[in-house]
């Protein structure tokens, strides 16, 4: 069982997710800057919202890239992954329309929380089917980060209903710490070739 | 006639709608609870749609991944089932936003059922070509499931009229059975291996 | 210069179109049949859109098997296929939305007239890169199929403005003419390999 | 680490972005040539955009061609160039919907010039990682068309304040430019095959 339509799907997915996302910054009436000005709020969350795509597309490539058989359970356990990718344009939109209020704040980062859950999931069953001494199971470690985001979305989502700006900014901490580029697969691969 | 491009052109359509469907749980435009809960029943409807879509595109992925040549007919009875694989959306978005009244529920099972048929109707054109001693035509074998679900999608179509909750929880059966993973075609390649 | 990113990319636009049409049949607010029935023009505009841009792609996949080299001319002329079937949705929402009336159709044709154009542009463009003794060149012949169609689809503009239910007839008949499996490439290719 | 879903991405993003931009050619609601005239600027702006999506695809393709290695630093930058091209269709709609007023003629300027320096900053990124004798370093030369450009664009969202309508003639007049094959990878390669 291949695993190249597997990506081609999940591919075809996230790209419709990353564009449909900028579906929700509708095209305002008038035409000067006082009719534009609304939308600064929800082009903020859209730009959030992309890099974090991005994230999970580059990452999701990442550990497609050293999977070698795909079976049933990585099967669905993508799809679940897909399914929490994309509620991302439905939490953006809300989130940006009500300029980043408390409730629509705590379930953008309810979203992340699912999202991130669903990636560890699909990581386990990887892992599962490729056996302890894979290199994707080597190369992620304790995986300190992949643990860890979870447990600070949900503080995200705590803190959303006292200040929702500290919420963005909790979020918007997350992404940057998985922007730097993660190095552990490219390093593993690296070691497993000398 | 190679299939690449017809697998790929079905992941693609299939992709589209999957994340298509979640472009009909609009935005509410209040910022509370009151304005999130009339999004439940849409909600619910989406993960259903979701699933079921998600089986079609697993199966389509086995049934393909067997299938040697393709023929004009398979392209045809292929953009046959998009066809009403493509009425997802729509029949989804009809039935949440009218919280699973009686006629929206029974539309729902008319998708369903014509859906079933034109996946049946793919099935046996790629076996006519493939000929019955082919992986596929051994892997299906008596392929009750396939043929008992229409069956059981007109029942649900009936009994939404009378009751649309029982006639959800017969949608939501017959989904349940296909998510239990259909091990045919992957048992056959392997006694073909051997 | 591959093809294959060509393929991928038309496969994708072509999908998008293909599956963006159906929304354009806005969800009713009702949940009984009178919210249903003005959407029965809009959904046959759709089977018939479907049936045409599902002949585009299934013409497209064969005269692009039987090319050998990728021009920036073909490059461009594919474009320019892939903007007249980009009117698609809209020609279709538009006719569907006002009841067959006689200025959609026409349009329509229109948009029809513009598509069978621009491929057969694009087919003299592969023609000009391939050379006269190439497979594609031989396998279309003198192209009645190809040549009147424009002709047929002119004679349904002006018709439309008189009745528009007989220019319907005439562009499904057209539609018909092509679903019956153009065997030419197929053909050529099998008289080819002796 | 392959380029292979690199492109796939890309190209379904850009697949979706020029297929979405038609979408805000909202279906009239009248009948009659009455509801069709306010549609021309937008389906102008639609052309004119497609044209810059088509030129964007066509290089990118050509870029990627000649790229043989995909850093981390490559994915960010191509999701980056992405980004802004995932904006045409809000500049494109607004302007449109707006027949070209003074402020819209300068976002669309703004998304023009931002797309223009990803694009520049993607060629730097690939070019680091390929090193300075590589076959897309030699192809670019000087670059004169890539680095006048954004200074064109610049001349465009000025101009727009005083005349929208030549702001629209610098636009179509960069994208003409363009549209005239880049021979300069094609003839590189042939150099490099001798």
């Given at each position: 069982?291949?695993?190249?339509?597997?990506?081609?799907?999940?591919?075809?997915?996230?790209?419709?997710?990353?564009?449909?996302?900028?579906?929700?910054?509708?095209?305002?009436?008038?035409?000067?800057?006082?009719?534009?000005?609304?939308?600064?709020?929800?082009?903020?969350?859209?730009?959030?919202?992309?890099?974090?795509?991005?994230?999970?597309?580059?990452?999701?490539?990442?550990?497609?890239?050293?999977?070698?058989?795909?079976?049933?359970?990585?099967?669905?356990?993508?799809?679940?992954?897909?399914?929490?990718?994309?509620?991302?344009?439905?939490?953006?939109?809300?989130?940006?329309?009500?300029?980043?209020?408390?409730?629509?704040?705590?379930?953008?980062?309810?979203?992340?929380l699912a999202a991130a859950i669903a990636y560890l999931?699909?990581?386990?069953?990887?892992?599962?089917?490729?056996?302890?001494?894979?290199?994707?199971?080597?190369?992620?470690?304790?995986?300190?980060?992949?643990?860890?985001?979870?447990?600070?979305?949900?503080?995200?989502?705590?803190?959303?209903?006292?200040?929702?700006?500290?919420?963005?900014?909790?979020?918007?901490?997350?992404?940057?710490?998985?922007?730097?580029?993660?190095?552990?697969?490219?390093?593993?691969?690296?070691?497993?070739?000398?």
């Open positions: 069982m291949g695993k190249g339509r597997l990506e081609a799907f999940s591919d075809g997915v996230i790209a419709i997710i990353i564009t449909i996302m900028v579906l929700e910054m509708h095209v305002p009436r008038g035409e000067d800057l006082h009719a534009l000005a609304p939308l600064l709020p929800v082009f903020l969350s859209y730009v959030l919202s992309f890099v974090y795509v991005g994230i999970y597309w580059n990452n999701h490539h990442h550990m497609l890239h050293v999977t070698t058989r795909v079976s049933g359970g990585i099967l669905w356990a993508n799809l679940h992954l897909l399914f929490w990718l994309s509620l991302f344009p439905f939490a953006t939109g809300w989130m940006g329309e009500n300029h980043f209020a408390h409730l629509p704040s705590a379930v953008y980062g309810v979203v992340l999931i699909l990581q386990q069953t990887i892992i599962a089917a490729e056996g302890s001494h894979s290199v994707l199971r080597r190369a992620i470690g304790r995986d300190w980060k992949g643990r860890l985001s979870p447990l600070v979305y949900v503080a995200g989502i705590v803190v959303s209903f006292v200040s929702s700006a500290a919420a963005q900014a909790i979020y918007a901490v997350v992404a940057l710490t998985w922007l730097i580029p993660d190095r552990r697969i490219e390093r593993e691969l690296r070691q497993n070739a000398k």
